[in-house]
């Protein structure tokens, strides 16, 4: 039997999901997704967990989907159903009725950012480091813009969106991807110790109802805008653009459009 892609053990009153893939930077592999789909239905059917701390291993946090799984049909099937794939994962984060804390001290890119926004809370360590690059391939945030535009303010999405250019965790607490940026990795696991301690002191129905009301307007935007989304996520990848990007990118080149100017 393989190794799991999701370790999951209980500490005092926290699960703890460690995303466990780092030859692939701990893409969202279908079985990724499944198992870290699993993990939070155990956390949540434990009557003594109290919340959920969501880490990884390697120097990735998580660096999006899984770009060399295909399955049966055309390609914009197999782009909608991935986009749809994200879109469950996500929002079974947001509605967990467990607060979930994210814990980062690697780099965090495309749908591994959708994960830091569907986090209640979350802690970054130096190593961190985070971009949208989708707009440089070709394509677009739209599956994850339903997690990450609550949170980030407007002038920052307005510029991360659009530039592609990396940042660190510091600049992430500043714009309020993130909780707190920590200076160094004991400062991680400190902040994390305190968080936890907090958390435990909650009741079930206090956390889980408290919750809700940060979570309210997200879930209605999941439900109003996700399809249409997928939609658009499926279209972007299927365009001669969008090859032209991802090709540049595994090439390590510079796409058409990024040519200088006659």
Same mark, same amino acid.
């Given at each position: 039997?393989?190794? @799991?892609?999701?370790?999951?053990?209980?500490?005092?009153?926290?699960?703890?999901?460690?995303?466990?893939?780092?030859?692939?930077?701990? &893409?969202?592999?279908?079985?990724?997704?499944?198992?870290?789909?699993?993990?939070?239905?155990?956390?949540?059917?434990? #009557?003594?967990?109290?919340?959920?701390?969501?880490?990884?291993?390697?120097?990735?946090?998580?660096?999006?989907? +899984?770009?060399?799984?295909?399955?049966?049909?055309?390609?914009?099937?197999?782009?909608?159903?991935?986009?749809? $794939?994200?879109?469950?994962?996500?929002?079974? %984060?947001?509605?967990? #009725?467990? @607060?979930?804390?994210?814990?980062?001290?690697?780099?965090?890119?495309?749908?591994?950012?959708?994960?830091?926004?569907?986090?209640?809370?979350?802690? &970054?360590?130096?190593?961190?480091?985070?971009?949208?690059?989708?707009?440089?391939?070709?394509?677009?945030?739209?599956?994850?813009?339903?997690?990450?535009? @609550?949170?980030?303010?407007?002038?920052?999405?307005?510029?991360?969106? %659009?530039?592609? $250019?990396?940042?660190?965790?510091?600049?992430?607490? $500043?714009?309020?991807?993130?909780?707190?940026?920590?200076?160094?990795?004991?400062?991680?696991?400190?902040?994390?110790? +305190?968080?936890?301690?907090?958390?435990?002191?909650? *009741? #079930?129905?206090? %956390?889980?109802? *408290?919750?809700? %009301?940060?979570?309210a307007a997200i879930l209605a935007s999941f439900d109003r805008d996700a399809e249409a989304l997928a939609?658009?996520?499926?279209?972007?990848?299927?365009? &001669? $653009?969008?090859?032209?990007?991802?090709?540049?990118?595994?090439?390590?080149? #510079?796409?058409?459009? &990024?040519?200088?100017? +006659?």
């Open positions: 039997m393989s190794d @799991p892609l999701v370790e999951y053990r209980v500490e005092g009153r926290a699960a703890r999901l460690t995303l466990n893939s780092p030859h692939n930077r701990n &893409a969202l592999s279908t079985r990724l997704v499944a198992e870290l789909h699993q993990g939070l239905r155990d956390a949540v059917a434990d #009557p003594d967990v109290r919340l959920v701390v969501l880490s990884h291993t390697g120097g990735t946090f998580c660096a999006g989907a +899984d770009l060399s799984e295909a399955s049966g049909g055309s390609p914009e099937e197999m782009a909608s159903a991935r986009a749809l $794939e994200m879109a469950g994962l996500l929002r079974a %984060l947001v509605a967990c #009725p467990l @607060p979930v804390i994210g814990v980062i001290d690697g780099h965090v890119r495309a749908g591994g950012m959708g994960l830091v926004g569907a986090c209640d809370l979350v802690l &970054a360590g130096p190593r961190s480091t985070f971009a949208l690059t989708e707009a440089r391939i070709g394509v677009a945030p739209a599956i994850i813009s339903l997690t990450l535009l @609550p949170k980030m303010t407007a002038r920052s999405a307005g510029r991360y969106f %659009l530039t592609g $250019e990396t940042f660190t965790a510091a600049t992430a607490q $500043e714009i309020g991807l993130i909780t707190l940026a920590a200076e160094t990795g004991e400062d991680l696991d400190s902040a994390l110790i +305190d968080l936890v301690a907090d958390l435990s002191k909650g *009741s #079930p129905q206090g %956390l889980a109802e *408290s919750k809700k %009301l940060t979570t939609a658009t996520s499926a279209r972007l990848f299927t365009t &001669a $653009e969008a090859h032209e990007g991802m090709l540049a990118f595994l090439q390590k080149r #510079p796409p058409s459009w &990024a040519a200088p100017a +006659d």
